[in-house]
C-alpha cells in the first residue's frame, strides 16, 4: 500500500496522509488489527514535520480508523475498511461531480468528457503503484510515495507486500 504526499499541493500535507491512510484501508491493503507506522518512524520517511502526522493520526483516531495501543503502537481498527470506502466513494463521488459540472461549464459535450474519464481510467491502470521522486536536497517539488504496510507470516500463499518502516516489521 502506497501513500503519495505532493507537498506543492493544494491540500494540506496532513489531509494528504488522513486520505492516504484511508484510501489504503479501504484498498485492503492494511487490514484490521495491522500496525501502522509509528509517527516518527512516517514523519522521516515521508520528510515532514512530526507534528504533521501527528495531526493526521488524530483525526484518523477520531474517525475510528486507528487506535493506539499502549506501549504497542498504533493499529487498523476493527471497522475501519467499511469506514474508509464509505469516506473515499464519497470523496470520490463529490470530486466527479466537481470535475464534471467544471467540464460543462468549459463547454466540454459530454462525449468528450466520458472519453477523458476513460483515458484516465486506462492510464491509471497502467502506472505503476510505486513511484517516488525528490526534486533536490532540500526536497522542494518533492512528492513523495510511502509504502506503509508489511509482509504478511503466509506470504507464500498470497503475493508479498514489501515492508517500508523499521519498526512495522
Do not use: W
Not at 94 to 106: C, F, N, S, T
Not at 116 to 140: K, L, N, Y
Not at 156 to 162: M, V
Request: proline share 8%.
Amino acid at each position: 500500500m502506497l501513500i503519495s504526499i505532493d507537498i506543492n499541493a493544494s491540500v494540506p500535507v496532513f489531509e494528504q496522509i488522513v486520505q492516504g491512510v484511508k484510501s489504503a484501508i479501504a484498498r485492503g491493503a492494511c487490514r484490521p488489527g495491522e500496525p501502522i507506522p509509528s509517527v516518527r518512524g512516517m514523519a522521516a520517511d515521508i520528510l515532514v514535520n512530526p507534528n504533521t502526522v501527528a495531526k493526521a493520526y488524530r483525526e484518523l483516531e477520531r474517525d475510528g480508523v486507528i487506535y493506539t495501543s499502549k506501549g504497542r503502537g498504533l493499529f487498523v481498527a476493527a471497522d475501519a475498511e467499511e469506514r474508509c470506502r464509505t469516506d473515499c466513494s464519497l470523496g470520490t463521488d463529490a470530486e466527479l461531480k466537481r470535475v464534471v459540472v467544471e467540464a460543462r461549464r468549459a463547454g466540454i459535450p459530454d462525449p468528450e468528457i466520458h472519453r477523458a474519464f476513460r483515458t484516465a481510467m486506462a492510464a491509471d491502470a497502467e502506472t505503476p503503484e510505486e513511484s517516488e521522486t525528490d526534486d533536490g536536497p532540500t526536497g522542494a517539488g518533492r512528492n513523495t510515495t510511502l509504502l506503509l504496510s508489511r509482509p504478511r507470516p503466509n506470504a507464500a500463499k498470497t503475493p508479498a507486500r514489501p515492508a517500508v518502516l523499521a519498526g512495522t516489521q
